[in-house]
């Protein structure tokens, strides 16, 4: 790696996104031939012994208790933001005005004039964006998007997909900052319905172009919790209410033509990540669980599917890793991720997904929330 | 059988129902202990030649071409319309006028208004009536029902149902009768979507309250068939105009506060007859496929499903057949279903699904047609 | 079917196999276009009372409580012999030489003698023999045949074969016959290692061709049954001697080069009836297993395994039944098995498996014996 | 980790497992609290040059290219060897023997002569010592000892265990050093079916005492590869003999009373990495299969079997990693033995599996080819 140009990367939060992105830089270097070297340089966090500790753990070189400090440091090129939607777009734009290169978690922001602002922001900078739908790194989802451009499904009919946990099936789970809209700006349906959204159009090429949503919050209130930085926390006596939805249902038409039907929430019982899409086509079909994210399942029609264990030399990204049958975890997809950014960083080309994509993500969200307050009624997305 | 009561059964259609129909006729007996001897004494059909020819194969004693003879006979108590839903109503409401016990196949009928005659019919008169939804008759799902009546499943949150087919996602594939409004009344709504809306209702106890649906035809026009009678048929360069929907969408809610998703499509390449129905309560889930129909999965929480293989001797309907793991196929349902309405008739009570059952589903797809020419707007379905 | 032949049956047994075929016998006309009509004329069983019932039920015209008179009627010109192994040898020789068919119930008979008696007396009769391994008419048995057949597999490496059953396993079970050497010869190994043996042989077209075996009965007393007609039957506080092994293991060669597997056990806790077999050859693989009966899971190398449906019009069998995605259950393989019968008599070929089939498993169950009794050397299986 | 006791590694290899160990010692410490801070000193390599650049990449400080000299620094702690199994015995000796502590890649040596050497070494040294059969540190194996343990599963009656592979069904795959005898020391026996005996042994508690074994190589005869250091090389025209097995069967009895069984194989064509174990007890039943490694299934008897994702905080050792249903993958069983290595230092305890379990592995190794060589005879396993 000596003789490779070395890249400065400052890293913003350190909670279950940042653990992840940290495993990611730290790694990718020693699978992917890359034309640039990350360095880990700063870690950004508001408690200064808390950072310094996760710092220690994670690997990174130095930490900063202001985010504004860590964005013009002469030693950070990239600026990875791993904190909740509320500060997304202050960041970001702050970031890519000092000529920084951003990638930002996902959902892009927590309203669609945020994250407007925040392509405008990307379109006048120099530096390159991405916003982080780590799902698209999933080999069997980058496979089945292949599958799709090659034509093995043909006119496409149908997609239908769903991103279903659990977590906060117990009412006496606690009011953790994901279930307060003035921090999370969304709930199932930002959180993990925007997962789906994006999956959707990058698996199928094709936009998602009206909606009519369904959305619900079953448990009103909940137990304060003593701290929300986490899924966790100490509770109290006290509760307050919860201020996003539990659940949303939309059903839909895509650019191309097919019926689209979502479904995100956390009251699915038994469900722990089960991030699902099925695609039928005039010729084939494909589907796709998370919880068992090596295989996808493919029918050229005729009485079955094929489970394609995605572990091959030739899918996407698989290469890099162990030999076929030795599966791959969650925190790949990141690695396959920070890969493609820094492809993207170095040939000063746009990675995807874009700030813009992220946008038209949100204007489907915004959408979807704007036909379960008008009776279902079918909502057109905004154009990008 | 010899010292039972005998009640004779007159059957009308033997197209792929009349022969499944007609295996339940003539097995139920070697199985179950009955209240009554079913005689197969009278097939109805329009021709002559074919109908005595089924009759023969099928094991009915007498033929009929003209049904209205048919539900006049002396030897007939029980009349089992097995025809296309454009006739189900005439025959419906003149068999019962003529005192006889009538179970009719789903849907209920072409619209509202016909199925009301029937309800209305079913009322005044002294015979039984029952809608063959036979899915309720699967042992897995008489099982998921079981699960929620006894608490496993707590307080519902999701109802989550599709009905997948492909036989018709070729564009080629004739104009055959159920791609016909006039004589199906409608596409998958009716003939696929009608099983899961009542799946789901009897699953959980709860009624469809309104909806929010999409529909489509993909596929406007199709080569006219030779002969429409079956599911295949002789195909002509002539093409005629698609009349029924291909696929239908709908979100909804239910009467105890779930959300719940439908969708019923004939486009879903690779899936065969993939009726499934997943739902979601605060402590547990069942999830069922009638590809694998011998099978339901249950969680409790935790971390997992538990793939129940339906073969158990205390399982619903199963101790009549075999040891376990010798599972059951698609016919059985229908054995059972003439079971319980044999039961039903002996004991002068109401078969269920009653022809009030019938109704209330015919009054959701007509919620769903609504909402679908009205902007998928959230149309509350009909009282019954 | 009135200007068909018509055929007399003549059934002896009515319980788990009586029950079974009397469902084909009933059937079989309804669904396949035979060249004979069979008739249920007369059943078999030792008490005049309970056959009567069991005729009565099963649609047998007439009784006998003495298989010698029914093997005699000249109303009576196949033979299905459905009682433990104990009695197939002396029956079917008697059948065979009255000039009648018989098809026997697996295993063949008790001991590699009794079998080659019953094969002498098919050579030398006019009748034709056949002995019932129904799983051979599973579909997907079936159609993992045609898939070797057509060289999808290339050369065979592997066999691996397991039938896993668990209703033995708790001690307390009583003393069935099928537990008594006496009465059923073998226990696990011939009951339904004689399965997976024919299975093996019939899938790959090869011969088990030399054996090491391991046997083991875990639990050597039970309680005394009050009557061993069945699985099930009551209790006594008496124990008697469990006279056959609960499960037997055995590793071999098949003539075509191939490595094999086998194990047979009642003591598999949670499987329930999982006939199962995977083939390895050069080119692909196939996995069944019976608790998906409808299921065959192929691999033409690549990363996958595709899910068959077994359930499509070209499939062997299956297009006398529903349309695709509408599955057979456990009997349906009877069925099968009767038309093949029915089509061998009318034609005057010999059936498959014939008697010289079941001889053959015969001694592969004879090698194994050897083998476990003699340190589990590799011994050779007697040739036919 | 600055305050830590910092211990210094020493690695041999930088092959496939040289890449996965790396992986573990770079990430171990962002996940676990570890009582030890590995140092990632140095590694071991024949060429200079490739050495250096391998330690570049995956993060190495310092190369050596002759183990005696890694061996003998003071910088280095601990000794990871990576090697093919003809070095094992010679370089752990002599890294025992300079008071190192060491962990050997499996299997433990080449022949139960070298083992011998192996365990005496470490009985008489003060390091600690480990073998790395990692597939013990699965978290659905770990929870399926724990399982055991709990006496969920009763008396066990059955293990059927299997590990499968693909990747030299084709002729034309050349010859590696896997496939040569004074390299690899055994074939599919020894480099597969070492781990599937000691995952067996592990998940019940109890030891292998005697086989049955079948063995075999199919293709005899492969192209030689250009250079044998992976799993791949380049192809000459020229052949050599394959001087291993290509698969090994055995059968056997456990010292609780099971029966057992295994198979080993790299033939099965499309099965890539099934590593898979089933047990049955006289209560409850495991199964588990690599390819799916997430998943645990269980049955308490009934009619099925739960699928258990582990992915549960209190499921072994993922409570270090992310939430519920974001899977691990394979190289997280190499962190997990890290981990469990180096809390053993730190604690003075013996590590699990030690090279005493390694050596008892061999010893059913070499029972099975004592067995496969007269005649299949059973062979008791010699006594530790």
Same mark, same amino acid.
């Given at each position: 790696?000596?003789?490779?140009?070395?890249?400065g990367?400052?890293?913003?939060?350190y909670?279950?996104?940042?653990?992840?992105?940290?495993? $990611?830089?730290?790694?990718?270097?020693?699978f992917?031939?890359?034309?640039?070297?990350?360095?880990?340089?700063?870690?950004g966090?508001?408690?200064?012994e808390?950072?310094?500790a996760?710092?220690a753990r994670l690997?990174?070189?130095?930490?900063?208790?202001?985010?504004?400090?860590?964005?013009?440091?002469?030693? %950070?090129?990239?600026?990875?933001?791993?904190t909740?939607?509320?500060?997304?777009?202050?960041?970001?734009?702050?970031?890519?005005?000092?000529?920084k290169?951003?990638?930002?978690e996902?959902?892009?922001?927590?309203?669609?004039?945020e994250a407007?602002?925040?392509?405008?922001?990307?379109?006048s900078?120099?530096?390159?964006?991405?916003? $982080?739908?780590n799902?698209?790194?999933?080999?069997?989802? =980058?496979?089945?998007?292949? !599958?799709? #451009?090659?034509g093995?499904?043909?006119?496409?009919?149908?997609?239908?997909a #769903?991103?279903?946990?659990?977590?906060? %099936?117990?009412?006496?789970?606690p /009011?953790?900052?994901? /279930? #307060?809209k003035?921090?999370?700006?969304a709930?199932? /349906?930002?959180?993990?319905?925007?997962?789906i959204?994006d999956?959707?159009?990058?698996?199928?090429?094709?936009? %998602?172009?009206?909606?009519?949503?369904?959305?619900?919050?079953?448990v009103k209130?909940r137990p304060?919790?003593?701290?929300s930085?986490?899924?966790?926390?100490c509770?109290?006596?006290?509760r307050?209410a919860?201020?996003?939805?539990?659940?949303?249902?939309?059903?839909g038409?895509?650019?191309?033509?097919?019926?689209?039907?979502?479904?995100?929430?956390r009251f699915?019982?038994?469900?722990?990540n089960a991030?699902?899409?099925?695609?039928?086509g005039?010729?084939?079909?494909?589907?796709?669980?998370f919880e068992?994210?090596?295989? /996808?399942?493919?029918?050229a029609?005729?009485?079955?599917?094929?489970?394609?264990?995605?572990t091959?030399?030739?899918?996407?990204?698989v290469g890099?890793?162990?030999?076929p049958?030795?599966?791959?975890? !969650?925190?790949?997809?990141?690695?396959?991720?920070?890969?493609?950014?820094?492809?993207? %960083?170095?040939?000063g080309?746009?990675?995807e997904p874009?700030? =813009?994509?992220g946008?038209r993500?949100?204007?489907?969200? $915004?959408?979807?929330?704007a036909?379960?307050?008008?009776?279902?009624?079918?909502?057109?997305?905004e154009?990008s």
């Open positions: 790696m000596s003789d490779k140009t070395t890249i990367v400052g890293m913003i939060g909670a279950f996104m940042g653990r992840v992105h940290s495993q $990611a830089w730290r790694n990718v270097g020693a992917f031939d890359l034309p640039l070297a990350p360095r880990m340089a700063v870690l966090g508001r408690s200064k808390h950072t310094a996760a710092a690997g990174w070189a130095d930490v900063e208790t202001d985010w504004r400090e860590l964005v013009r440091r002469d030693d %950070v090129q990239i600026v990875d933001i791993c909740p939607g509320d500060s997304h777009a202050e960041i970001a734009v702050a970031a890519l005005r000092a000529g290169h951003v990638i930002c996902k959902p892009l922001a927590n309203t669609v004039a407007e602002a925040m392509v405008a922001a990307a379109a900078a120099p530096g390159r964006s991405m916003v $982080a739908f799902y698209r790194r999933v080999p069997a989802v =980058a496979l089945a998007r292949r !599958y799709v #451009q090659e093995r499904l043909g006119e496409i009919r149908h997609v239908r #769903q991103y279903l946990q659990d977590w906060i %099936v117990d009412p006496e789970f /009011l953790v900052w994901r /279930l #307060q003035d921090k999370a700006g709930g199932a /349906l930002g959180d993990i319905g925007s997962h959204v999956a959707a159009e990058f698996v199928t090429g094709q936009h %998602v172009v009206g909606v009519s949503g369904l959305m619900e919050t079953f209130e304060l919790a003593g701290e930085a986490g899924l966790g926390g509770r109290t006596e006290e307050g919860v201020t996003v939805d539990d659940a949303a249902l939309f059903i038409r895509m650019s191309g033509g097919a019926l689209a039907s979502f479904e995100a929430t699915a019982t038994g469900r722990k991030m699902r899409i099925e695609i039928n005039q010729l084939g079909s494909l589907a796709f669980d068992s994210m090596n295989e /996808l399942w493919f029918s029609g005729g009485g079955g599917f094929e489970r394609i264990l995605v091959e030399p030739d899918h996407p990204y890099a890793w162990w030999p049958g030795h599966g791959l975890g !969650y925190e790949h997809t990141f690695t396959h991720e920070i890969k493609d950014f820094l492809e993207a %960083v170095a040939t080309t746009d990675p874009s700030f =813009a994509d946008l993500v949100q204007r489907v969200l $915004a959408a979807v929330e036909s379960a307050a008008d009776g279902s009624r079918y909502t057109t997305v154009d």
